[in-house]
Nanobody, 123 residues
């Protein structure tokens, strides 16, 4: 059984930083892309960032470029989202996900999802 568990969310002031973590277990032995998405109240889920299986390529949404960084640990079953210069508009539930598609930004291509962690940025 595949399980993805996010952690690291919380309340932070604008301009602050947070690091989210995602730990995966039970993933099939395939080359999957690791991704982060978010969903704000009343809005659709949106892509944030993705990291290729090789670890050499990333894909970031325009809204977070230069502020957020996706990375992974030594074991490919843990990945991170370092979020700097946070803005109130970044307030959302953040989800980690895994996909068989290379660097996809489409949530429909992700097969496995975590339960989400809340990030709230106060002004």
């Amino acid at each position: 059984q595949v399980q993805l568990v996010e952690s690291g969310g919380g309340l932070v002031q604008a301009g602050g930083s947070l690091e989210l973590s995602c730990v995966a277990s039970g993933l099939p032995d395939s080359r999957y892309t690791m991704g982060w998405f978010r969903q704000a109240p009343g809005k659709e889920r949106e892509f944030v960032a993705a990291l290729a299986w090789s670890g050499r390529s990333t894909y970031d949404a325009d809204s977070v470029k230069g502020r957020f960084t996706i990375s992974r640990g030594a074991r490919r079953t843990t990945w991170y989202l370092q979020m700097n210069s946070l803005e109130p508009e970044d307030t959302a539930v953040y989800y980690c996900a895994a996909s068989d598609f290379e660097l996809s930004n489409r949530d429909t291509t992700y097969d496995y999802w975590g339960q989400g962690t809340q990030v709230t940025v106060s002004s």
